[in-house]
């Protein structure tokens, strides 16, 4: 019968993955009983668990059932399996195990403060940091995921799940489903000044995706720097360096970054945060975009990361760069930090010369993005949900804004405050306690460390900047209530006492 389950080739049980073929001719019992004895030794038939009947396995293996009945025989005889009756042929015992040397030691736990600011930054900075708990998180770019509006979520979700026919759960349309990239369409005519076809839309993994395709695009293309503002996010400079592009850092100033700076670069494109710069919080001004342009007319190129556009109390609104320059703009944006990051959706819009490389690259990333989170978001930008959750948000965080502000004046005296006008953070440039301009004796790594050996955990402005900068600290309060952050800048104003 073993041979006839051979030439057959389908001589095997889906129990344990047995397969008769591995068995030597003549010892079917044995190795079966074996085979049974180490998954009960490995764990993966544990005591209390129920072997198959033996017809039942004798069938699927093709043999006879004496074979199966003598091997449960064998095992009983050992004393690791018993019968009882209707419940079948039981594990009742494991077999001793010999003691296995002691494990390597496993992972370190989280680093201490001291150790996460100790060095320049390295590409898991950010984990690291995420990994240290803290009682008061003050993290830049973290949004009020408690305000995630759960409950017209899912009103959308159910409402796409209705519409939904089979074809929809198939593999889609690498640059996203046509009801979000129309939805985009709409959004930016209306909130960011962008007229632009859904044709020209991109659904992507976030900013960071944009950015990671896009400098893959570039670096294919043979370009080798895309210029930075400075100060300007670390992450993003680290998504374009592990890309192969270097990142000269281009001074930014009460007006936004320094185009004749830039100009003297040499660099082709530059990655810009015109609408509210990180981390400066500075509006690119009038004259400076005029200025923009004739760099881009020559042949210059922008990707406009629209960085908490949505996000101002103090100000009007500035249009995108890109309705001023369609042809020499690659814009990006997300829903990150108006609803969540863990939803990673965002888009791209680029000039027609880079759609196709940017939808390859998107395509070879990941086949494009989950089609339910987008038909979702469709409908909650179409159903003007997100709007009324961008105004309750806008007076949450105004308020919080100004709980950060006074606990500064209250606990850091002398501390310059930017980019109170919008967005979720400020950036606190460090001075005397007589307010001079004097630099503190202290780097504002060990600032952070120390505050974060306290309980607060924040970003030293240092890791923002490439060229020499006044010590400071980023500071993000949309995560947190008033009284948190008070509390939480309170002790940042002891620190500074301890450190001086």
Do not use: C
Request: hydrophobic share 45%; aromatic share 4%; no cysteine.
């Amino acid at each position: 019968m073993r041979d006839e389950a051979v030439r057959d080739g389908a001589a095997g049980a889906d129990f344990l993955q047995l397969d008769i073929r591995e068995a030597p001719p003549g010892g079917l019992s044995d190795w079966l009983a074996r085979r049974l004895r180490q998954a009960i030794l490995d764990g993966r038939l544990p005591v209390g668990s129920r072997l198959p009947a033996t017809r039942v396995l004798a069938a699927e293996l093709r043999v006879s059932r004496g074979v199966v009945t003598d091997a449960y025989r064998r095992l009983g005889e050992d004393g690791h399996v018993a019968g009882r009756g209707r419940a079948g042929t039981v594990v009742v015992a494991a077999p001793v195990r010999i003691p296995a040397p002691p494990p390597p030691p496993g992972p370190a736990g989280p680093p201490s403060p001291e150790e996460v600011f100790a060095a320049a930054p390295g590409p898991d900075v950010f984990d690291r940091l995420r990994a240290v708990p803290a009682r008061l998180d003050l993290t830049p770019g973290t949004p009020d995921l408690a305000a995630f509006p759960r409950a017209a979520w899912q009103r959308a979700e159910r409402r796409a799940l209705d519409g939904l026919v089979p074809s929809d759960l198939g593999y889609g349309d690498p640059r996203g489903v046509p009801a979000l990239r129309l939805a985009v369409v709409d959004w930016l005519a209306r909130n960011r000044g962008v007229r632009a076809d859904p044709g020209e839309v991109l659904v992507v993994s976030g900013t960071a995706q944009a950015l990671t395709l896009f400098a893959q695009v570039l670096h294919d293309e043979g370009v080798r720097e895309m210029a930075v503002e400075d100060p300007g996010s670390l992450g993003a400079r680290m998504h374009l360096n592990a890309r192969g592009l270097a990142t000269p850092p281009v001074p930014v100033d009460g007006g936004g970054i320094r185009v004749g700076a830039l100009r003297a670069t040499g660099a082709p494109a530059v990655l810009l945060t015109p609408a509210h710069q990180f981390p400066t919080g500075v509006v690119l001004g009038g004259d400076r975009r005029r200025e923009l342009m004739r760099w881009a007319a020559g042949g210059g190129l922008v990707l406009e990361d629209d960085y908490d556009a949505e996000h101002r109390y103090d100000r009007p609104p500035v249009p995108a760069l890109k309705s001023m320059l369609p042809d020499h703009v690659v814009y990006s944006g997300s829903v990150s930090k108006l609803l969540a990051p863990a939803l990673r959706v965002g888009w791209v819009l680029a000039p027609p010369r880079y759609r196709d490389a940017l939808a390859d690259a998107k395509r070879y990333a990941d086949l494009g993005n989950a089609a339910l989170p987008q038909l979702t978001l469709a409908r909650l930008m179409a159903s003007g949900e997100l709007e009324r959750h961008l105004r309750l948000l806008r007076g949450r965080h105004r308020r919080r804004r100004d709980a950060m502000v006074a606990a500064v004046r209250a606990h850091l005296p002398g501390a310059v405050v930017h980019g109170a006008a919008a967005g979720l953070h400020l950036t606190v440039v460090l001075g005397s306690p007589s307010g001079s301009a004097a630099d503190p004796p202290f780097a504002d790594t060990d600032l952070a460390a120390a505050a974060l050996a306290r309980g607060v955990k924040t970003h030293p402005l240092s890791w923002h900047t490439q060229l020499p900068s006044p010590p400071g600290l980023v500071l993000g309060y949309a995560a947190r209530t008033p009284g948190e952050i008070g509390e939480a800048v309170a002790v940042l104003g002891e620190v500074v006492r301890g450190l001086r």
